[in-house]
């Protein structure tokens, strides 16, 4: 689940040290790192087999499942932290042409674009942009963006500002570079999508056995000691491997790490 949870080398890990730098797998190794008390054991399964050994009583957890109503039936879940709307999807235009995608400070939706006949995208092909939005793209074929062969996502941008298409889809990261290492006009802007946001929490689920429990509560307290940590701009900076933090995320996450080290312990 790139570039949320990312497999080193293609592989999934073997060990903590394996854990690639993805938001997701990077919390994980800082979660791991306060939870001496355990041994940590990766196991790579589907998310229906997961759940199947789940139901049948194994204890499991997952940094990868979003909370549902249905799952706390067989999960107990806490909250990490918010999710970067900075690593969604979003759509990318030249910033002379805003006034075209205009949404009235709400995010777009891609449906509603893909039903503009004023509008050219550009997409490369064969690249997957995560369930939703690939659902819309396979359902409105005739109305997707025009698709062709190209390398890296990043190639389109050049294509973008030369005015050979209106819009394409990209991560504001990919951007930010792009734009850093080609200054002057026309600069290209970057507007949320709805479709490109999976959920507004990363959370951990743990089975709901004695066991899961144990798991469950060890990991909450492990996000309010971080939370807590008078070094915590020095965490976040490794959990991002260095990685800038765009400014409203930065805004988001420390507000949300001051209510859980001020809080009690968030379980359900």
Not at 207 to 219: F, Q
Request: hydrophobic residues 40%.
């Amino acid at each position: 689940m790139p570039p949320h949870f990312v497999y080193r080398d293609g592989k999934p890990p073997q060990r903590v040290e394996d854990l690639g730098q993805g938001e997701i797998d990077g919390f994980l190794r800082l979660l791991i790192e306060r939870m001496p008390q355990f041994r940590h054991e990766f196991v790579e399964l589907s998310l229906p087999r997961f759940e199947a050994q789940v139901r049948q009583g194994e204890t499991l957890c997952s940094v990868l499942h979003v909370r549902t109503p249905e799952r706390l039936q067989w999960l107990y879940f806490t909250s990490l932290h918010p999710a970067m709307m900075s690593r969604q999807i979003h759509v990318i235009v030249r910033r002379d042409d805003l006034a075209r995608f205009e949404a009235n400070g709400q995010p777009l939706q891609l449906a509603d674009l893909l039903r503009r006949n004023d509008l050219t995208g550009l997409l490369p092909r064969d690249r997957s942009y995560g369930p939703r939005i690939d659902k819309l793209l396979a359902a409105n074929p005739e109305r997707a963006p025009r698709s062709i062969v190209a390398g890296r996502g990043a190639q389109l941008l050049p294509m973008l500002r030369a005015k050979r298409m209106d819009y394409t889809l990209e991560y504001p990261v990919t951007v930010d570079e792009y734009n850093a290492a080609h200054p002057g006009a026309p600069e290209l802007a970057k507007l949320p999508l709805a479709e490109g946001r999976s959920t507004l929490m990363a959370t951990a689920g743990c089975s709901r056995t004695p066991e899961g429990r144990r798991a469950i509560e060890a990991m909450d307290h492990a996000v309010r000691q971080l939370a807590a940590d008078p070094q915590r701009e020095a965490w976040i900076k490794g959990w991002r491997n260095g990685a800038p933090i765009d400014a409203d995320d930065l805004q988001r996450l420390n507000r949300f790490l001051d209510e859980r080290a001020r809080g009690p312990a968030q379980i359900e």
